[in-house]
């Protein structure tokens, strides 16, 4: 039996991220950045003006006064994203909208609200400090600065600064896609009908949910039933768009191991027990000419669930090119027991809260592998180590938070 | 001018969250659901073996030891899905597989590994207690209960369970279509050449990866020249699709009004200045035959940023029917000093992190509302009140994070 640290370094050797692709800033937003991204210009890229007003020469200004106004003549208006077609000499001021080039020969920029907004002349009442109101070439980003570096994960904000220096596309690690097989005779897909003895597969849409979460691209096969000749066809089929497989079920003990069944003959997938619960039962390997890894969960979903947040979403996050794989955990202090089987590892559900300024974590519900009910209830998996068999309330335990990256 | 609170219960008026919609399961990811869902049977809905194994009587097995196994005769075998053919009498057993429903007249289940794992006869070397190993039917979820309730964001784990009670599509309120069009003469395209006076339009895709972040989808158009009867002619268009819309730019005092130009003859936009810094010119209104809300931001890329986090994402996030539609605020220690204009809200962009167990908090570089630098090394946004006008070292402030829900 293999603890659960060596069946997690086991199912990450060897995974990188997935090989860079281009793609649109927009459609890069929650990916990993694979490049590092240089200013080719400075921000701003020229000297500009930070308010609608006048640009002026400050020396033209410096008796000006709300009782006696200097008068300047305007001798021009520039939009944003035009230019001035002559330069400001004394006397003289040239209207500009924010953000258009600072003209030759000016400043200063006289803010609107400083003059009485004239467009042949103008009447200013402050005197003004030279460069006041200009933003200037490379303030906020010199030229050559690498403004994002690989590795980062790519949000609205730094998206608005690859496109400021001019970014349309960018490489980063694209999101791989994960085939989710769900196996069983007795499934049927959530909303058909159920004869007697059967059961909704949730484990599919489970999944699948679960790993849309973790940033992938999840495709729903199945339910399948318990037939090798069915699951063998179908694994040939999708491994041309997988970059990961998931099944589910299909590896109940005897005469329904379907799935040991069919990848004994295939691929490298070991099957191991995992010291752990839920989720002993555990297959890993890689299958197909591009040696894609291929995970086998057992088929009670909490234990189907709880296997893919420990094993398949770090493997996820690392093809992703996250630097942080794994969920974060906190220590909190437990309120009810709870008893654990000596020698494996538990993730008991639990529902994580911050009361009186601390961490507190109380069990959710039921415990047994089959139990949704108390699934839904937790935010959080009390980790309870192999050697402890009753956890006292008012303890201190690790948790694994479900409901951050 | 207004304060950042009247500006916010303004545009707070009368948003609900969008008419719900039937979605797979899938689909609702991330969706807040729109009805209290029930379970229309019992969770489990039989009762049912929780291992793989042999349903027996109890019984027959008082005196089973390793040194004394009692045989059974194995009458028929079960996958999950079937049901038996017969029940189980005195002297017999039937073999099952895990979620196999528990056949007539057995008591228990014994697991695999207490047994010669046989098919017509089979040994059994441990006695059982009547129960053991049954899932009943209904301990983990009862008949009629509400599984999940109304307004629950949608996760993997609640998917799970909605899955099991047998719905494939749930009610939830849809994500909201948001048009976004950046205005301005002086943008082009990232990635577009520039030149000379132009600058790359960051703001189109940076309020459109915002808007995905808040789980709304983005629809970008432009950049528009500073044009009116193009900004009509594109309005007009977009409002068939538009659950909102949010413009960014030419809003410039004076001649290159183009928003206030086009939407002074149109729908109910009022133009005010809110007492923030930055984002101080906002316009809010609604548009078409279905008053569909509009956002008239200002077109510095951080005004417009900031502009959206503060005013736009809490609309954004009502209309997908969220409770709690602002992002946290905590407390934290600043670092460095802090000036902040009078009279005016500040908003300055900010690295939080968790240094020796407390939150601390770092002005993250230039505060100019075009440096896109500093904003893309920020994570969150201090709060300074309006009547303060520097705030020293070691000042514990409000952060809102930038980083979660």
Redesign the interface.
């Known amino acids: 039996m293999r603890t659960v640290e060596e069946h997690l370094q086991s199912v990450l050797a060897g995974v990188e991220p997935l090989s860079p692709l281009d793609v649109t800033?927009?459609d890069a937003?929650g990916c990993v950045l694979a490049e590092d991204v240089t200013a080719p210009w400075p921000?701003?890229?020229?000297d500009n003006a930070?308010t609608?007003g006048y640009a002026v020469k400050a020396s033209d200004l410096l008796a000006a006064s709300d009782g006696k106004p200097v008068t300047l003549r305007v001798i021009d208006?520039v939009?944003?994203?035009?230019?001035a077609s002559v330069e400001v000499r004394e006397g003289s001021a040239i209207?500009v909208?924010?953000?258009?080039?600072l003209p030759e020969g000016a400043e200063a920029i006289v803010p609107?609200d400083w003059t009485d907004?004239g467009t042949a002349e103008v009447k200013v009442t402050r005197s003004i400090a030279r460069g006041a109101n200009v933003?200037r070439r490379g303030?906020?980003?010199p030229l050559g600065?690498v403004?994002?570096s690989r590795g980062t994960v790519?949000?609205?904000?730094?998206?608005?600064?690859?496109?400021?220096?001019?970014?349309?596309?960018v490489s980063v690690h694209p999101e791989p896609r994960v085939v989710i097989i769900s196996i069983?005779?007795?499934?049927v897909?959530?909303?058909?009908p159920?004869s007697?003895?059967?059961?909704?597969?949730?484990?599919?849409?489970?999944?699948?949910?679960?790993v849309?979460?973790a940033g992938a691209i999840?495709y729903?096969v199945g339910p399948l039933?318990?037939d090798a000749t069915t699951l063998l066809a179908t694994l040939e089929d999708q491994l041309v768009r997988a970059d990961m497989i998931v099944t589910t079920g299909g590896v109940?003990?005897?005469?329904?191991d379907t799935v040991k069944d069919v990848l004994s003959r295939l691929g490298t997938v070991e099957f191991t027990t995992v010291a752990m619960q839920p989720g002993m039962p555990q297959g890993h390997g890689t299958l197909g000419p591009d040696d894609t890894p291929i995970f086998t969960l057992p088929?009670?979903?909490v234990s189907a669930?709880v296997s893919f947040e420990v094993f398949v979403r770090p493997v996820i996050r690392r093809m992703l090119g996250h630097a942080q794989i794994y969920r974060p955990v906190v220590r909190a202090v437990l309120v009810d027991p709870l008893p654990s089987p000596a020698g494996r590892r538990q993730f008991a559900r639990g529902h994580l809260a911050v009361e009186e300024g601390r961490y507190v974590v109380r069990p959710a519900g039921?415990q047994?592998s089959?139990?949704?009910?108390?699934?839904?209830q937790?935010n959080a998996l009390v980790v309870v180590p192999e050697d402890i068999t009753e956890v006292k309330p008012g303890t201190a335990v690790a948790v694994l938070r479900?409901d951050q990256d």
């Open positions: 800033l927009v937003r921000l701003p890229a020229f930070q609608d208006d939009p944003a994203g035009y230019r209207r909208q924010t953000g258009a080039p609107m907004g933003r303030d906020d980003v600065e403004v994002c790519l949000g609205p904000r730094e998206i608005a600064l690859l496109a400021a220096v001019g970014r349309g596309r069983g005779s007795e499934l897909e959530p909303g058909m159920l007697p003895g059967l059961i909704a597969d949730s484990n599919g849409v489970t999944i699948a949910a679960a849309q979460e999840a729903r039933p318990d109940s003990a005897g005469a329904y088929g009670n979903p669930y039921g047994g089959h139990m949704l009910g108390s699934l839904a937790a479900l």
